[in-house]
């Protein structure tokens, strides 16, 4: 199969999985067979107590089940790739090196007790969405037996991963529901979420009930003779390009309209989310309502840092200072952190002296206020 025709499939897998989360493990699968890659993953991390919630994970499946649930129950909280990984951008690729060197990762006990079993060596990680309190990830894990990460994983990896965000999203504002796909204009009809199918014109084919109020209330969205429309222009005319590049497929679209900022009148601040409806089981939707995208759109959160970014800022915490400080929040002292970070007691030591002479502070009760602090919570 040509690489172009491959990564359409692969799309296509993941799109559908959008509207149907049942999918999601098989679209996974084909994703880890495109990039290479024995395991992956979405899920979602706590900033401050690192608890997981994994959506879906595909991998070995005699050993996966197990591991899943381990990783659930402890070693997600073990794992030094975070809170690292939240330091960089939305949909940049990230390799264990950028974080940490390889040397002290596979010292660590989450390789030595997680991955290696596995024979998990590397990896690549992206942030899918940044929030204050949490962060969406998707993981894809390396077998041994293909060495470390590449140029040709990092090149797939990297052209995979906004379809997978936009997947992810438009999951999100459906909040998960099964939509069929070859009824989708009467499956909107239940969404509370605003959803309007468009042609490669943007001419508005359907909208649901949410949509119309949207119009009405003239905001951030209006039909201008009949196709849809922005009342900020910038945003009008992606919308309009998305659209028509939607015709022509999910390549076409590539990361243009995963999360299309639309500003309104009142300076409320919304998101577009642009699914083309031409490829895989879409495509029946697309040819009943003679459509070529469904847009969904959803009032934008706060753009806010998480508390590690801001406790890393604000007292110029280096990356090895911050895994050390939230390893003594989450874990305890020294005796308990040093195997864990898979570096020696006298090493945690130096690193907490100089997060106490940074911050201010004399004793880990100190940090752990310190930390409750920036998240708000008791």
């Known amino acids: 199969m040509r690489e172009a025709d491959e990564l359409s499939q692969v799309i296509g897998d993941v799109y559908d999985a959008s509207l149907d989360p049942a999918l999601w493990p098989s679209a996974i699968e084909s994703v880890c067979g495109y990039i290479g890659a024995a395991s992956a993953s979405l899920h979602s991390q706590d900033s401050i107590s690192r608890a997981t919630d994994a959506l879906f994970w595909w991998g070995d499946p005699v050993s996966a ?4 649930k381990t990783y659930l129950e402890t070693y997600g909280k073990l794992n030094p790739i975070f809170p690292g990984v939240i330091f960089f951008e939305v949909e940049q690729p990230v390799a264990v090196p950028d974080v940490i060197s390889c040397e002290e990762f596979v010292r660590t006990r989450f390789f030595r007790e997680w991955l290696a079993p596995q024979s998990l060596t590397d990896g690549l990680f992206s942030n899918l969405e940044k929030g204050a309190t949490s962060c969406a990830l998707f993981t894809a ?6 060495g470390a990460v590449d140029d040709r994983m990092r090149h797939r990896f990297e052209l995979i991963t906004p379809h997978i965000r936009r997947a992810m999203l438009i999951g999100k504002v459906i909040d998960l529901h099964r939509v069929e796909a070859a009824t ?31 119009i009405a209330e003239a905001d951030v969205l209006r039909a201008a003779n ?52 031409t490829s895989g089981a879409r495509r029946k939707a697309g040819v009943s309502y003679s459509a070529a995208a469904a847009v969904f759109i959803r009032k934008a959160a706060l753009d806010l840092p998480s508390p590690p970014e801001t406790l890393a800022r604000q007292f110029n915490l280096t990356p090895a200072e911050l895994r050390v400080l939230f390893a003594v929040i989450e874990i305890g002292g ?27 502070t004399k004793r880990q009760a100190d940090l752990v206020r310190l930390v409750a602090s920036y998240s708000g919570r008791p």
Not at 335 to 357: C, D, W
């Open 226 to 277: 009949g196709r849809i429309a922005a009342f900020d222009q910038q945003g009008s005319r992606q919308l309009l390009d998305v659209s028509a590049a939607a015709e022509a497929g999910d390549v076409a679209v590539g990361r243009n309209g995963v999360a299309l900022p639309l500003l309104g009148r009142s300076g409320e601040r919304y998101v577009a989310h642009i699914l083309p409806l």
């Open 65 to 68: 089940p197990h591991y899943f």
């Open 141 to 146: 894990m390396r077998h041994k037996a293909l």
């Open 334 to 360: 020294v005796p308990e952190v040093a195997p864990v970070l898979g570096i020696s007691e006298q090493t945690v030591k130096t690193h907490l002296h100089r997060i106490f002479a940074k911050t201010g």
């Open 184 to 214: 989708l204009a009467d499956s909107v009809d239940q969404l509370a979420s605003s959803v309007l199918v468009v042609d490669a014109a943007g001419r508005i084919i359907h909208a649901n009930a949410s949509a119309h109020r949207l």
